[in-house]
């Protein structure tokens, strides 16, 4: 991870862990290990991307649809 995105990325995962948590009823530890196994996270991760400047609810979005479908539509604007 880059090292400039690191706390964007530390700011916008427990919003989209907490909605996990509230929307799927998992626990910290399920909704974070869902998070962080997600090509979603890695894609985060990556700052070419610029997902870092998307709000947690749409990547919440992003990555219920990887989770439903094992597929992830991005925006136009990104990637």
């Given at each position: 991870?880059?090292n400039?995105?690191?706390?964007?990325?530390?700011?916008?995962?427990?919003?989209?862990?907490?909605?996990?948590?509230?929307?799927?009823?998992?626990?910290?530890?399920?909704?974070?290990?869902?998070l962080?196994?997600?090509?979603?996270?890695?894609?985060?991760?990556?700052?070419?991307?610029?997902?870092?400047?998307?709000?947690?609810?749409?990547?919440?979005d992003l990555l219920?649809?990887?989770?439903?479908?094992?597929?992830?539509?991005?925006?136009?604007?990104?990637?």
């Open positions: 991870m880059d400039n995105i690191s706390p964007v990325i530390a700011m916008i995962t427990p919003g989209i862990a907490n909605l996990l948590m509230k929307n799927r009823n998992l626990s910290l530890e399920g909704a974070s290990d869902l962080y196994n997600s090509q979603l996270y890695k894609a985060l991760e990556d700052e070419k991307t610029k997902l870092w400047r998307l709000g947690y609810p749409l990547l919440y219920e649809e990887e989770l439903t479908t094992g597929k992830i539509t991005y925006p136009e604007e990104q990637i």
